[in-house]
Each structure stands twice: as C-alpha cells, then as structure tokens.
C-alpha cells in the first residue's frame, strides 16, 4: 500500500482499511492522527522527503535565545518556571538595558546565530514596555541579525510598533490543543492566544508558533495542537516544537517523561504539515541526547535555540552543538527562508 499523504486528498495508510479524508485545504484532526501513528519509518521517510523538497539538505538554523525581563510573571501556565505563583526559585528582574542586550546580541552573532529572539515574563507588555522593546529591537536589527520578541499577549497598534522598529517574528506559542489549554494555564484562554497571532499578522510581523509535548496530554490533543498551526492561514513560518522541561515547583514537575519516538513523531507530522515552516527542536535538547536530536533532524526539524541558556533553564553548550552538526553533515544556516532564499 501506498502512503501518498496530501492536505486535500483521501490518504490511504500503511495500515490495511484504514482510509481517512480530509477536508480540501485544512487538516482534520483525523488525518493528523493518522500521520502520527504511521509506522515509524515510513513516517520519517515521508518527512525527510517533504524537507528535501522545500529546504536544502543539512541546512539548520541557529537561533539565539535571551530572557530580556526574567520572572514574575502573573500567569499561571503549569509549565512555566517563570510564573510569580509557583516556587521555582527564579528571581524576578526587571527589563534588560540596550547596550546589555546588544553585548549578548553580538555574542551570538559571533558564534553563529542568525536570529536573536528576547522573552519577556509579561502577560502583556504596557505602552512604556512596548517602547522600551522597540529600542532593543531597532539595536539588535542595527547588527544585522533577524529579530524576534515574545512578550505575552500584544494589541494591534504593539504589533505595529514593534514591526516598524523592525521586529522580524514574534513568538506565541499555543502550547497544546484547544481542549486540554485550560488544564495546562487558566489566566488566559486560547482564544486569547489565536487574538495575538491575528495582531502579529495584520501588522506584517511573521509568526513564530508551536507547542508542548509532555504535559500529561492525550495523542489527540497532540494531533489537535498540530491541526491548529497547519490550519492557521498562512501557517507559521517558525514552529518551535518543545519537550517539556520538567521544573521543580511548576505544577507539571511530575509529568511522566515523553517518548522520544513520540516526539519525533511529532516534528516529522509539523515537517509534513506545514512544508515551508522552520520546524524548531526546542526546549529539552539537554535531556534528549544527540541521537534523537539526529533522528529529530531526519524527521524535518531545521532549527535550534543555540546557546548555553533558554530562557532560564540549560540548553546544550555551543560547544556541543558545534561538536554534533559537525559530526551529522548539518550546516548552520545563513538564511532563515524555503529553498535556500
Ligand atoms: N510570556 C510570553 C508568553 O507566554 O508567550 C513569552 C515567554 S514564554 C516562556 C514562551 C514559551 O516558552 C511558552 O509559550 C512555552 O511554549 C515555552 N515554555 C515555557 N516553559 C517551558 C518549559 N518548562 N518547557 C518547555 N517549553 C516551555
Ligand atoms: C519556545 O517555543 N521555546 C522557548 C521560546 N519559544 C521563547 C522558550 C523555552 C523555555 C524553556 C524553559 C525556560 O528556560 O524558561
Ligand atoms: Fe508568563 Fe509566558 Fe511563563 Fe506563561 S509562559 S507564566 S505568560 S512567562
């Protein structure tokens, strides 16, 4: 049997009589499922074959990652050690200063990163933030690096404002799928969330938008977050995929651990869904090892936060991501665009 899967046709599966259609143009949650749940190899084949139609073999983008305003966050998202509410010991700060934010920006340039992106522990940033991140940006695009924020919820005219002080992307996650939000965070909705993207948008801002894997949800609340982002019109041009980190005094500290198999499956089905995105292995490369990671990369995954920190958890040192594109044939990329541009 066949496996030709395609976003407007009737898929037919390796498995016998199970036939599934979908809707011309969307993905049904079905058909993500069914993507999911294919035998593996055949999976990462298809996956590995839709990259090398859209992106350059070998081709990994290294993206930079700075906390420019740590902690206190007056969100409750259960995954967050960054929530004012749970004991994580993460200290509260306050927004970083432009010529501090630029020596790290710089940093990162030096040692290979094409794109910087800063967080920020807002539920949404206030008029003054807005202004004070629109410096940063202008300072960090002033090097020649693609830029991206992620500040909480932001209203239209935050977009804009952030777009003309050259804001390239702008990273909202929706963490999971629409039924299993509420037991994950319960000081915003989804709705909320989907507001935001439709604000990055109108204001010419390119989407950053993944998800979560490992927080206590169902496979077809997997399927569900994958059906929401391919959805999206257009679809993200970044989809960061992340596997929980697991932090001590966060209410999902004690989430049972992913299968890595699992959350392979789930970057070959973004890679498969959503062809021209920048598919980004996340947060939890520390705990992942370098053989899943490669199997990450065979799955379709062409993107890294590089650096030794995320936002305030490790990430794996320079050295060692150095150390294992070399030894996969993987380049870092000068470009952040399908098909090389
Ligand atoms: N406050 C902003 C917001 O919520 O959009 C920006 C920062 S927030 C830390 C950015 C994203 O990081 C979250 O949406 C979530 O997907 C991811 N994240 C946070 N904590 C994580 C954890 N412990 N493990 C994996 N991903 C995490
Ligand atoms: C994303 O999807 N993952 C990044 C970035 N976007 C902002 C954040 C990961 C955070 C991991 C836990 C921490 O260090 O706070
Ligand atoms: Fe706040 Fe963002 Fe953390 Fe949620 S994920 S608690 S909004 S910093």
Aim: with cysteine; hydrophobic share 40%.
């Amino acid at each position: 049997m066949t496996s030709t899967l395609n976003n407007s046709q009737s898929i037919t599966l390796h498995r016998p009589s199970k036939t599934v259609a979908s809707v011309p143009g969307r993905w049904s949650i079905e058909a993500i499922q069914a993507l999911l749940e294919m035998p593996f190899m055949d999976l990462l084949h298809q996956a590995q074959t839709v990259h090398r139609e859209h992106f350059p073999a070998g081709d990994i983008e290294l993206a930079t990652l700075l906390s420019v305003k740590t902690g206190g966050c007056p969100e409750n998202c259960g995954y967050c050690p960054q929530a004012a509410e749970f004991d994580t010991g993460v200290e509260a700060s306050k927004l970083m200063a432009v010529d501090e934010v630029v020596r790290a920006a710089q940093a990162a340039k030096d040692a290979g990163a094409t794109r910087f992106c800063m967080g920020a522990a807002w539920r949404a940033p206030k008029d003054r933030d807005v202004e004070k991140v629109a410096e940063l940006v202008a300072a960090v695009k002033g090097l020649g690096l693609q830029t991206c924020a992620t500040l909480g919820m932001l209203e239209p005219h935050h977009a804009t404002q952030l777009k003309a002080a050259g804001l390239d992307y702008y990273n909202h996650n929706l963490d999971t799928a629409p039924e299993y939000y509420a037991d994950v965070v319960s000081t915003r909705t989804y709705q909320d969330r989907l507001d935001t993207l439709a604000s990055v948008r109108s204001a010419g801002i390119s989407v950053c938008c993944g998800g979560i894997v490992g927080m206590g949800e169902a496979p077809v609340h997997r399927a569900g977050l994958i059906a929401q982002l391919a959805n999206l019109n257009p679809y993200p041009e970044s989809v960061p995929i992340n596997s929980l980190v697991r932090v001590p005094g966060t209410p999902l500290a004690d989430s049972d651990p992913v299968d890595p198999f699992d959350f392979v499956r789930m970057i070959a089905v973004a890679r498969i869904t959503m062809p021209k995105a920048r598919v980004r292995l996340s947060a939890g490369r520390q705990q992942m090892g370098d053989a899943v990671q490669a199997l990450c990369f065979l799955a379709g995954a062409n993107s890294i936060f590089y650096g030794d920190k995320l936002l305030v958890t490790g990430n794996p040192d320079v050295g060692a991501d150095i150390r294992l594109l070399s030894k996969l044939g993987l380049k870092a990329s000068k470009t952040s665009q399908p098909g090389g541009k």
